[in-house]
């Protein structure tokens, strides 16, 4: 069974950085994704990030272009995926969950794995 953890997580001042991680163990597939999303209170889960795991190409949602970084660690034994975020603004806060899947796509309901979910809370 595919389980994803995530971590990394916490209180950063606006403009600041911080980097999530994703441990991912369980694949059976040779052929995935990995996608980062995102939930602010009262709002719905949108799309981050997301990397094809074979070859490494990533997509980003317009909100984080050119502050966010996708990327992964592929081993033969534990796969982990990544996402790097500078200069953050509070609008940048809610939980963070990573997801798996066959294919990149901003809509939640297309991936069928997913993690427990980590805080960030972007404020001063």
């Known amino acids: 069974q595919l389980q994803l953890v995530e971590s990394g997580g916490g209180l950063v001042q606006p403009g600041g950085s911080l980097r999530l991680s994703c441990a991912a163990s369980g694949f059976t597939a040779n052929d995935y994704v990995m996608a980062w999303f995102r939930q602010a209170p009262g709002k719905e889960r949108e799309g981050v990030s997301c990397i094809t795991m074979r070859d490494g190409s990533t997509v980003y949602a317009d909100s984080v272009k050119g502050r966010a970084t996708i990327s992964r660690d592929n081993g033969a034994n534990a796969k982990t995926v990544y996402l790097r975020m500078n200069s953050l603004k509070p609008e940048d806060t809610g939980v963070y969950y990573c997801?798996?899947?066959?294919?990149?796509?901003?809509?939640?309901?297309?991936?069928?794995?997913w993690g427990q979910g980590t805080q960030v809370t972007v404020s001063s």
């Open positions: 997801a798996a899947d066959r294919f990149c796509t901003h809509s939640p309901s297309d991936f069928s794995s």
